[in-house]
T-cell receptor, first 115, second 110 residues
Framework: DTGVSQDPRHKITKRGQNVTFRCDPISEHNRLYWYRQTLGQGPEFLTYFQNEAQLEKSRLLSDRFSAERPKGSFSTLEIQRTEQGDSAMYLC???FGAGGKGEAFFGQGTRLTVV | QQQVKQSPQSLIVQKGGISIINCAYENTAFDYFPWYQQFPGKGPALLIAIRPDVSEKKEGRFTISFNKSAKQFSLHIMDSQPGDSATYFCAAQAGTALIFGKGTTLSVSS
């Protein structure tokens, strides 16, 4: 396993459509995070899973966003009824250990463009 | 409210020079401070990290200096190389989420 893998790398969608992104963490990592990064800004936290349990959600994660991590392996992030403001890089990160801290390794991200 | 303030926004350094990026924070509950390097079109890559029980950590050409009383920490890149040209983010963590600064774009001229 060479790192965190995200798919697709790029996604262009029309406003109002639903999109789903996939993240495959480093295999032994039990913790998984989603972040969003807009141009010229640092990543902003969206949500956190420990194994299959979603333990924390940011206020940025509106009800149009849903994330899952079935069986504690890969994770999906779905955005329903996309808006132009959803255009951003969506980053997945993973780490290993108890609690929510430790070295987090990021994937290459999925760049979403809503037209 | 921006919890981690990073400066400068951009930095140009000559090859072989020292690059210095500074960050300041307010939340005294932060207890983990990593630096990430990001190239265009790529995800952030962990560079070096420090916990507040030490004042300095060095890994190769990269050094973190940490001042707990001033609530400041900085990244020093010694002998800067053109390959170091990237965007650098400081971050801080108290609970689960990493709180990132806005980034510094470093250009190392040859």
């Amino acid at each position: 396993d060479t790192g965190v893998s995200q798919d697709p790398r790029h996604k262009i969608t029309k406003r109002g459509q639903n999109v789903t992104f996939r993240c495959d963490p480093i295999s032994e990592h039990n913790r998984l995070y989603w972040y969003r990064q807009t141009l010229g800004q640092g990543p902003e936290f969206l949500t956190y899973f420990q194994n299959e349990a979603q333990l924390e959600k940011s206020r940025l994660l509106s009800d149009r966003f849903s994330a899952e991590r079935p069986k504690g392996s890969f994770s999906t992030l779905e955005i329903q009824r996309t808006e132009q403001g959803d255009s951003a890089m969506y980053l997945c990160a993973s780490s290993f250990g108890a609690g929510g801290k430790g070295e987090a390794f990021f994937g290459q991200g999925t760049r979403l463009t809503v037209v | 409210q921006q919890q981690v303030k990073q400066s400068p926004q951009s930095l140009i350094v000559q090859k072989g020079g020292i690059s210095i990026i500074n960050c300041a924070y307010e939340n005294t509950a932060f207890d983990y401070f990593p630096w990430y390097q990001q190239f265009p079109g790529k995800g952030p890559a962990l560079l070096i990290a420090i916990r507040p029980d030490v004042s300095e950590k060095k890994e190769g050409r990269f050094t973190i200096s940490f001042n707990k009383s001033a609530k400041q920490f900085s990244l020093h890149i010694m002998d800067s190389q053109p390959g170091d040209s990237a965007t650098y983010f400081c971050a801080a963590q108290a609970g689960t989420a990493l709180i990132f600064g806005k980034g510094t774009t470093l250009s190392v001229s040859s």
